[in-house]
């Protein structure tokens, strides 16, 4: 599968306020880490990650990570496990970048899309997206962006499952088979309640302007 570029600098571990300096240049502190480069501390421009990470489903995303080490520069191929944010201004505080090996399996989640209209929804029923993703293991060159599934056929009352996923080629899926992805369910009786409601409301619309025009 493709992968997208990001370029990375060496970082000595410093304090926290060296810490904040960093952001504050619009840069974020991250760490790489993995078998092959242990535990090193790396800054990327904050604004190419936001991008990566606005474009890109980070799951199934593989990123060329290329870092500047001051007197060499050195490529690895990662995937960003995970990033923290202020939880009140959302602004990027932390990354951690795991370097992947073409050659071993990885554990991912993956999204899930949903593929048609269920025609149960065509018949006033409502559609419940219940898991967005799952988990799967496979190679890094296997690794798909999602797995779709077509619901067009969903009727009320009607479910799938993980176990209905049809797995590409190489990809095991590793969710529990009998959770729920999506299901068609009945309208709620207040909704029924409303509509009935509506029906009476136009009625009376109906009779006061025939009775106007007598």
Known sequence: M??????AQYRERS??????????????????YGKGVGNMPI?????ELEYILNNNVIGSTLIDLDVDKGEKR???LVMCREVQRDPLRRELLH???????????????????????????????ILQHML??????CLPTKLPEQIEIDISGLDIGEQVTVGDLEAPEGVQILSEPESVIALVV??????????????????????????GEE
């Open 132 to 137: 967005r993703g799952v988990a799967v293991s």
């Open 43 to 47: 800054k990327v421009s904050t604004k």
């Open 15 to 32: 304090s926290k306020e060296a810490v904040r300096a960093l952001r504050r240049k619009g840069e974020t502190p991250a760490v790489l």
């Open 95 to 125: 990354a951690d970048f795991f370097q992947i090996e073409l050659t071993q399996e990885i554990q991912t989640e993956i999204p899930v899309v949903l593929i048609g209209e269920p025609q149960g929804v065509q018949k006033g029923g």
């Open 74 to 76: 050195e490529s690895y």
């Open 2 to 7: 493709e992968t997208v570029k990001l370029s």
């Open 186 to 211: 009945a309208p709620t009786v207040e909704e029924e309640e409303e509509e009935a409601e509506e029906e009476v409301a136009e009625e009376v619309e109906v009779d006061s302007s025939e009775q």
